[in-house]
């Protein structure tokens, strides 16, 4: 028996078995319902629905494979922005 650490659980003492090594075990918990229920929500990416055939035809026409920059600064900018228009593409987030 699983429940809360704050659902008391009483289980009475139990006969013993008659004839086999199995016993009947009862028990009373209160199952009234809590009126305050916490929902959650998530902001998740649905990778395994990723296309990888069209992010790759996508990355390889981006400008960060067509006309990289020389400068290590921008270079980084356009790999960070390209990465992050693709997957938002590809690959949306969902609540």
């Known amino acids: 028996m699983i429940t809360r650490n704050d659902l008391p659980v009483t289980v009475p003492p139990t006969d013993p078995p008659l004839l086999s090594d199995h016993a009947f075990v009862t028990a009373d918990f209160d199952c ?19 296309d990888i055939n069209a992010l790759t035809a996508d990355l390889c026409n ?16 356009c790999y960070d922005m390209t990465l992050r228009s693709l997957v938002d593409k590809h690959v949306p987030l969902r609540t």
Do not use: I
């Not at 902001?43 to 990723?50: A, D, I």
């Not at 020389?70 to 900018?77: E, P, S, T, Y």
């Open 62 to 77: 981006s400008p960060l494979v067509q006309s990289p920059s020389d400068d290590v600064n921008k270079l980084l900018k």
């Open 32 to 50: 009234t319902a809590y009126e305050t229920v916490s929902t959650e929500w998530q902001t998740v990416r649905s990778w395994r629905l990723l």
